[in-house]
């Protein structure tokens, strides 16, 4: 049988023509797959660096954020310090940040999702180890009015990190009150041996003005371990108080992008956060601290057979009734009669009435006790405490 021509013509490649056609192929597609290489290089190397500079401009943010408001709006000025720790990777302050009352005008921020534990002042019954430390923090509890003071505690830390393999990553956290740390920033590394808090003191010669100056590092840690700031007969001043005289801080760290090869990319970064809160004077709104009403008295009472308890009556101040009629409350102190310190008040009364009760109900049996009562003006400044006799519960 006789094959048709077209099919006979119907031949097909040689292997040379095919070693031609796959060279020729390669030398069109390998520019092609190298440009494509470089698109993916350079977009994972711009998402890295995106990632790198949300990491280092979100610590920053929040650095600065919270900061600037240390020692803002404490209720009490000379009694809850502003700082409360400052050491090369650690600081903790206190300050009105949050709160969960929207007509309240002194905190920062208004978080009506939060909790009480995370915008009133820690208590002795809440003492937290600051972390990274062995300071324990607080041993007195700092009132405004009859109640607890708003002002929380904020810590910021860095520490290592044990997510990644490096030895030399750390990661900044952000804790309030005793509440769990939160996660700020991770890929942290040290910028050479700089420390990552750096602070700046208020320095007041003997003679000439007063000048900003860094604080040796050799002197950190400072913390605040008198009970009332602003008062030295529970001793708080120098040197115990240098802390007081901070005014600003410097933060530095290295961010890297999270790899651990050549494609590693890094930033550090430094910024002096001003605390334009802390150190600031006292404003005197009420004239001068106003004076004490009469000593107070204490009476034993008490249902039979019931637990004792002692009635403290008192009479208004004379800047309540007349003079400058600055008086907003009353302020009770009980110590051990024996005690030479008043330590933390008992508790406190509104004024506007002709006279006053205070019932302590909290007293034990057969146990001598002394009584003080101040009067609180509206800066606020307490006169000074006028103490009553010792009376002793019965057996």
């Not at 600065?64 to 502003?82: F, H, K, M, Y």
């Not at 969960?100 to 809440?126: C, G, K």
């Not at 240098?242 to 801080?249: G, K, L, S």
Request: charged letters at 15%; proline letters at 9%.
């Amino acid at each position: 049988m006789t094959m048709p021509r077209a099919l006979r013509d119907r031949r097909g490649m040689t292997l040379t023509e095919l070693l031609v056609a796959l060279v020729l192929t390669g030398l069109i597609l390998a520019p092609a797959f190298t440009f494509m290489r470089q698109q993916s290089d350079a977009y994972a190397m711009g998402a890295s660096r995106m990632m790198l500079t949300q990491n280092h401009r979100f610590a920053l943010s929040t650095l600065e954020r919270d900061l600037r408001t240390a020692g803002s709006g404490i209720p009490l000025p000379g009694v809850q310090p502003p700082l409360v720790y400052a050491g090369p990777s650690v600081v903790a302050f206190n300050a009105d940040y949050a709160t969960r009352d929207p007509a309240d005008p002194f905190a920062v921020y208004v978080d009506t999702a939060s909790i009480p534990e995370e915008v009133d002042a820690l208590v002795p019954a809440r003492r937290i180890t600051i972390p990274g430390t062995t300071f324990g923090y607080p041993d007195t509890t700092y009132r405004s009015g009859s109640g607890n003071s708003p002002s929380e505690t904020i810590i910021f830390y860095f520490t290592a990190d044990a997510s990644t393999p490096r030895t030399d990553d750390f990661v900044l956290m952000r804790q309030v009150n005793d509440r769990p740390a939160a996660v700020v920033a991770r890929n942290v590394l040290r910028t050479g041996t700089t420390p990552f808090f750096e602070y700046q003191e208020l320095v007041t010669p003997a003679t000439g003005a007063s000048y900003i100056s860094s604080l040796d590092p050799t002197l950190l840690p400072l913390a605040h371990s008198a009970k009332l700031h602003g008062i030295p007969a529970q001793g708080d001043s120098l040197p115990a108080s240098r802390i007081d005289q901070i005014r600003a801080i410097r933060v530095s760290f290295t961010v890297t992008s999270g790899q651990t090869n050549a494609r590693q990319q890094s930033r550090a970064v430094s910024r002096l956060f001003r605390l334009p809160n802390a150190g600031m004077a006292e404003m005197q709104t009420c004239g001068e601290v106003p004076q004490a009403g009469s000593g107070p008295v204490v009476v034993n009472s008490g249902p039979a057979g019931g637990p004792p308890q002692v009635t403290v009556t008192w009479t208004p101040s004379v800047d309540e009734t007349s003079g400058e009629h600055d008086v907003l409350r009353y302020v009770v102190w009980r110590k051990p009669a024996a005690a030479a310190e008043w330590g933390d008040p008992l508790g406190s009364v509104s004024a506007g009435s002709a006279g006053y009760t205070y019932t302590d109900v909290t007293v034990q049996r057969a146990t001598s006790y002394t009584y003080g009562v101040a009067a609180q003006d509206c800066t606020p400044a307490l006169s000074g405490i006028a103490g009553s006799p010792v009376v002793t519960t019965p057996p």
